[in-house]
């Protein structure tokens, strides 16, 4: 009965099955599931949720740290068991269900959900559903591949499910940092200055009484998709790494950077492979995801320490990290997403933060959410909680896509996730934007010269031209700003409008 | 030579003529100056240098705490002086040569412009002019009735100017708590855990050897435009105050809620006016302007500490301050903004944020700073810095304005500060809509039904309806979503869009 990994007597005879678990979970029922970008989510307790029949129109809540990996999300869509789901997503068929209305989403910043629950601003959780290594004698967790919002769905919920995922080694423990915010009006600062700096426990404390279920599983994280670099991707670092050489060159920076983060997504870790072929030495990440970047970055002796939330490798790098996980174990720190992203940490250690948007205007807002306005991608995620306080704020995106169907820098995006305000530089293949002290009409030249392809910059600038004979700050033609995307939807290219206009 | 108010023997020398000290100033120069929304601007030198002969064309880019007074903004623009301005203005001169394009305005987060100088994301600057009380004997420097940027003017400016303000008693010694943000990467914790919560010195430090000039003044700052309490602002204060109450009722704040912020504008002053016919006492605030309502709370003995960035309040209150200073002193603290406005500390605290909106949408997407999408109104100031990071952001807007020609609630801003992300509530006279914990689809029926207007009521019902048979995470009909903001520039009203429609 794996006695090494249930060492808390009184929890022994709590195993049961997945069935029987998910059984717990009745209508309207507020749920807490480990999970962040895919690892250490619930592989067999929501698994068999998704398995009861369906028509029971369960319409659960469900909080996660972020995307869930196991086609679960669309598993639960599919079954109509989900009413609401937070914070993040990035599932095909969940996406579906959201954009029709089926699944209400409520798109969060990653930092924020334990605040709001802490805080009672969200509805009290009824059962956390939490993928451990390893359950201690005194009832304590060691968690495996995430921390997310597992610490604080465990203190705050009513009762806990347990699953023990034996595909993890026990030696994981000792990579997290659990530290828990403390309440208003008596909260101290968040003693991190350093991305090493551990201030908290390598467990999760646990109230053994609310554990209703321990499961069994051994099904290992989903693999994460990695693209290899490409012409596109490779273009795009070789502008970003000659920007970061040259503010080391103006003295700005120093060879080791500051902390970098990298956000989600294909784009960000081609990007970060770039780095290993660079200058800089002894290079530190303060992020939300490690990738696979960041072990050949490590590997490759570029970067000494990582800090994130969890780690989302390809099955290749998941292997390699745990058949060394003595040389990678003084490496890395997994942190709750409170932390990881936390407004005061990232501010206060001048994060770097490289990430992608799905497309920017000319003024330099930029979206990471929205399709044409209305259809969600994924969310928001971290993106905003590293923008804003990042000491560098860099976007990336392709400069068109679909083949040139699309451009990915538009007249005014339809959806703003990142205002102006919290944008310094936008990265596309063709060039880099450097905004620092630029007024909006500066920022478009700048984006436009540098940024468009070549087939919509003539259109851009033609928009921009005759939008400033109006005036204003941020000079528009409300009219036509909406254009690109009507034409998009209508016809399936952005390149029909400009065909017509030509 | 008022030696009580300059006690450096080395600076007695000093002393020059305004219009000498605005002769320094030369073409292309990078200035800062002191003044945040009116309070301790430069009254001497920046008057000076505007009267100037017109002509010389000398294309300074001037860099502020916030807005400044005396109507100063307006006369440099108008004399052709300046080319860029940063971080914020309320000028209605200056704002018609921005909006014309003749001069660049860069809209900051007020918390950031002192970390972008220090990180060098800034040009350098060449001068900074400084209001102070009093100079002490090593240099060092009394500030007077704002800290806004000039404890960072001071110390990274090539050259320094100072003003002394004779009208300013030398008795206001002690309400400055100087601090200043260490270099990456060895940034420590802000160390504030309390409103009250000191952390630096009463005086900026100086190194004498950078001054050119001092220059003597006794003008007192530009009394602030108080607006009285009306219906509007009043039903506002009253939705605002109940909501409170009931948040207190259900536990999840004490009597003393969490400290508060208010914005500048005549209905956060009035808003903040309701709170003295309220149950809750002991309150503090976390600010970024002290308007006339603190001190009218402070007397009523609601109110029993406040920090800030500044005091801008009207004549009447200006002198009940200054006549009454020992009993005001140990109840306010002005702050840096880099401090009054930081996000780690506004967080930390659990700010609750209440900020005015020029207009917001139905999925709760607030634009603070511009008319119609393009021209600006003020700038972003410190709403972003609060409304991020607040325990609770709250915006507050009457329903319509200009009789009923605008509605402040529209199907899309066309101008996005902050994201439905960084809003919690959203009040007008009408209602209250709380939005804690809704998807954008329930957030919009929540607005609309207890936010908007009676008139525009069905219309923006019918918009909302017909786009989420569109379908989407946040439906939009790209075709018709500025429809609103087209009919009023070309009709004068909104309400013309209605008509035609019914
Ligand atoms: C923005 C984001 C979706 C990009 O991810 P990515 O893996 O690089 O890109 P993807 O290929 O998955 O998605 C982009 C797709 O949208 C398409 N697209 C972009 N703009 C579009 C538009 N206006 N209309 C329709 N489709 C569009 C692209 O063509 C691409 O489709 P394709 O893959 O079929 O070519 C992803 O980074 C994200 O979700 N970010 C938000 C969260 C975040 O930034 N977190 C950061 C902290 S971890
Ligand atoms: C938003 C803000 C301008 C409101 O200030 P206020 O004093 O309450 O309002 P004002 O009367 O000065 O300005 C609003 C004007 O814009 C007009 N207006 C609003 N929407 C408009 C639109 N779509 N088109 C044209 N005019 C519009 C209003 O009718 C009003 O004009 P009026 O005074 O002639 O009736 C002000 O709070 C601000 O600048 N905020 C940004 C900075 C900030 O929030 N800082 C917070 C931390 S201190």
Sequence with gaps: MHKNRIQCPDLLGKVISAQEAANFIT????????????????????????????????????????????????????NNILAKRMPFQSDPVLRKHINSGEVLFIDQHLSETAELIDNK???????????????????????????????????????VILEVNLSIPTSIQGIHDIYYL????????????????RIGTDFVPLDISKVIGVVFTDLPDSPALVALPDEKTKAIAKHLIDFLQNEVKAGRLSKNLLPLQAGIGKIANAILEGFIESDFSDLTMYSEVLQDSTFDLIDAGKVSFASASSITVSAECYERIFNNFDFYRDKIL???Q???????????????????????????NVNSTHLCGS???NGIGGSGDFARNAYLSIFVTPSISKEDRISHIVPMVAHVDHSEHDVDIIVTEHG??????????ERAIEIIENCSHPIYKPHLKDYFQRAC????????????????????????????????EA
């Excluded at 403390?182 to 700096?197: D, F, G, M, V």
């Design 182 to 197: 403390q309440e208003h009006p008596i909260r101290t600062a968040i003693p991190i200055t350093e991305s090493h700096t």
């Design 469 to 500: 004979e109006n005036g204003g700050q941020t000079p528009h033609l409300l009219k036509e700003a909406f254009d690109w995307y009507i034409q998009y939807m209508e016809t399936g290219s952005m390149q029909a409008l400009v065909e017509i």
């Design 121 to 159: 601003h969200l509805p009290e959780i009824d059962i956390a559903i939490v993928e451990v290594a390893k359950i201690n004698e005194d009832g304590s967790l060691v968690l495996t591949t995430s921390v997310g919002n597992s610490a604080t769905f465990i203190a705050r919920a009513k009762k």
């Design 334 to 336: 997994l942190r709750p």
């Design 338 to 364: 409170a932390i990881s992203n936390a407004a005061e940490v990232i501010r206060r250690l001048g994060v770097i933060a490289i990430n992608t948007a799905i497309d920017c205007d000319i003024y330099g």
């Design 27 to 78: 209508k309207g029922m507020v749920i807490g599931t480990s999970g962040f970008t895919k690892a250490a989510d619930s592989k067999a307790v929501l698994q068999a949720l998704a398995d009861r029949t369906l028509n029971e129109n369960l319409a659960i809540t469900l909080l996660s740290g972020a995307s869930l990996g196991h086609d679960i999300d669309g598993h639960l869509a599919e």
């Design 432 to 441: 880099l934007a450097d905004l620092r002290g630029l007024a909006p009409t």
């Design 375 to 377: 259809k969600i991608m």
